[in-house]
């Protein structure tokens, strides 16, 4: 199982960092765009805040009970997207997916419920701004980790 | 009074994480003893708040004291054990537990009087050495990926159990609990003193409430014994991995001891 681990990029000094001091890890008190992405199968959530300025995003958090590849991807991507505007985040998931490179089918699933989150948070700031009341915005993830752990395997 | 048991919970990591953090076994050893104390405290002041129909949680305020030398660590946390003299209650409880922190920096004080306890620090150098072993790079990297996923989950599991156990009028129960917790903490001792070995010290993440906050106790259960079986396998599978006797001996007792974890929590169903 360990013995083919890849971590984004290999351990590099970079993941190891974000290992050792995941960025923008917690609650964001002030965020007005709150999203969570959750894997019902194993539990295992992402809530993902943003503070949005109009189309610029402020500030942006998040925290997982998951992994340390959800940790690190959810790290790198709220790094990338705090101070740029919605365009730009969008833009983000399809860099990070190239910065990624070839990940393992549980890997593009942590990948995908930081992104799922994230969006998560569009939409709750966007439910609200139309007059909703809602506290957060959840999706449910389609994909289980736990299904594409056991496909990684039937597939070795 | 969340304030109290924000600055209890900062201090018991502080202390766990130095005690981690130093090389030196004696001091490691006593410091690991005063963490235990202050978790216990820790314990006793949620009680008394919820006696008191007051709340608390696991928010943070803390940073990891990532210093060069033993005496700049030690230092920092006296800093912050006369800090929280202030914050606690005015109570019996209250009283108690600055008798116990004034007799840690006692022992503070005793460390720092001797200047050959001034070592250096390398739990945090990020080298991912292990000294006395050859371990090759890619049994070095899956030996990293346990030990951060793991240190984490058992300091999760630390404070669900806690929150729960703090919750439960059921004799039973809290036993079971606390019997969960206690092994827990060993766990998490003997991962984060490997991730010291290996210069990758740190404090597991913050816990978010909707971790913590258990609205199933039957689901959580047995999610929780579905967790335990996928532990055995990553034990298993590092076991195998790592091509060291000493470690793996340890990672195969580590996954039979899952074992018994799982059958204490069937008796909480």
Known sequence: MYENVIMPEGMNAEVLEHLMHPKNYGKLDDANGVGVALDEK??????????????????????????????????????????????????????????????????????????????????????????????????????????????????E | MNKIYQAKHDLWLSITFSSFAINDEEIKSRLYDFAQMAFRHMKWLGEDILSAGDKYNYDRDILLYKRETVFEIINALVID?????????????GERIKTDDAYLLDYLSEVLANKSNNKEITAFNMKREWLDKNLPQDQIDALTIFLFDESYKEY??????????????????????????????????????????????????????????????????????????????????????????????????????????????????
């Open chain 1, 42 to 155: 194993t539990n295992e959530y992402v809530v993902f805040y943003t503070l949005f300025d109009g189309d610029i995003i402020k500030n942006a958090s998040y925290a997982t009970n998951g992994c340390q590849d959800t940790v690190v991807i959810g790290s790198m991507f709220s790094d990338m997207i705090i101070g740029n505007n919605l365009d730009y985040a969008h833009g983000s998931i399809a860099k990070m997916h190239e910065k990624l490179g070839d990940l393992t089918p549980q890997q593009k699933i942590c990948a995908e419920i930081v992104f799922s989150s994230f969006i998560a948070s569009i939409k709750n700031y966007e439910n609200v701004k139309a007059g909703a009341e809602e506290e957060l915005h959840l999706f449910k993830m389609k994909e289980s980790c736990e299904s594409a752990g056991k496909q990684g395997k039937n597939n």
């Open chain 2, 81 to 93: 054990i006369k800090a929280i003299q202030n914050v606690y209650p005015d109570t019996v409880l």
């Open chain 2, 156 to 269: 999760e599991l630390i404070l669900i159990y806690a929150y729960m156990q703090t919750r439960t009028k059921d004799i039973l129960q809290y036993n079971v609990y606390q019997d969960l917790i206690d092994e827990s903490h060993f766990h998490l001792k003997s991962f984060a003193n490997m991730m010291a070995k290996l210069g990758i010290l740190a404090l597991p993440r913050e816990l978010h409430e909707m971790t913590y906050i258990v609205k199933d106790l039957d689901k959580f259960i047995r999610d929780g014994i579905d967790e335990e079986m996928a532990a055995k396998e990553m034990c298993k599978a590092l076991s195998e991995a790592i091509k060291d006797e000493e470690l793996s001996k340890f990672f195969d007792f580590i996954n039979y001891q899952e074992n018994y974890h799982i059958e204490l929590m069937r008796k909480l169903l």
